[in-house]
């Protein structure tokens, strides 16, 4: 079956530019979460959603970043006025449930802010 | 707060040598314990996990014990093939916490024929 998947695979964008990530989980899975990966770093919890609820979002960096699941499916994160330090690997997960479960990951959006 | 300390890499080895990565992890609780991997150009897989104390996890001849005492959870494999290069990364997950997982840094395992 298919995997998590995210869409675009590379996005380069200028400073001040708005982006928005998005991720397609395993079909079924309830719960999906964002991680951001700085190179040479582990990913970093941004946020996460038990269907269509933001459940935790205590790791998004600022309020220039949303994320949103409307219908407990395919979710998009949002980066308004982006800014160089933006520029990471941003990752999905999705998993059955919450904890305990396994995630699976996606394969990941590079950002490149310039 | 919660954090995970993984031993630096590069880990570079001959084929057919043994694989220690040390993790180590600091959380309240008793938290679920992870080694993720990812291997060259793919996204993080699941190696193994425990999820209490002295739980062994196991797999693809890999293992990891959850040390409550050291609060340690190094993983282990005793005859690494050149397929095994890749990126290691312990990880916690904390009751209570949605299942939001914590990474150490990452450790780089090459490993030469």
């Known amino acids: 079956g298919a995997g998590v998947s995210q869409s675009p695979r590379y996005k380069v964008t200028k400073r001040g530019q708005d982006v928005a990530l998005r991720c397609d989980p395993i079909?079924?899975?309830?719960?999906l979460y964002w991680y951001r990966q700085a190179l040479g770093q582990g990913p970093e919890f941004l946020t996460y959603f038990n269907y269509e609820a933001q459940q935790d979002k205590s790791g998004l960096p600022n309020d220039r970043f949303s994320a949103e699941r409307p219908e407990g499916s395919i979710s998009t994160l949002t980066i308004q006025r982006t800014e160089q330090r933006d520029s990471a690997m941003y990752r999905c997960a999705s998993s059955l449930g919450g904890s305990g479960e396994t995630q699976y990951f996606g394969p990941g959006t590079r950002l490149l802010v310039l | 707060g919660d954090s995970v300390t993984q031993m630096e890499g590069p880990v570079t080895l001959s084929e057919e040598a043994f694989l220690t990565i040390n993790c180590t992890y600091t959380?309240?609780?008793?938290?679920?314990l992870f080694w993720y991997v990812q291997y060259p150009g793919e996204g993080l897989q699941l190696l193994l996990k425990?999820?209490?104390?002295?739980d062994k996890g196991s797999n693809k001849g890999f293992e990891a014990t959850y040390r409550k005492e050291t609060t340690s959870f190094h993983l282990e494999k005793g005859s690494v093939q050149v397929s095994d290069s890749a990126v290691y990364f312990c990880a916690l997950s904390r009751i209570g916490s949605w299942g939001k997982l914590q990474f150490g840094a990452g450790t780089q395992v090459v490993v030469t024929p």
């Open positions: 959380a309240t609780g008793y938290p679920s």
């Open positions: 425990a999820t209490k104390a002295d």
């Open positions: 079909s079924g899975h309830v719960s």
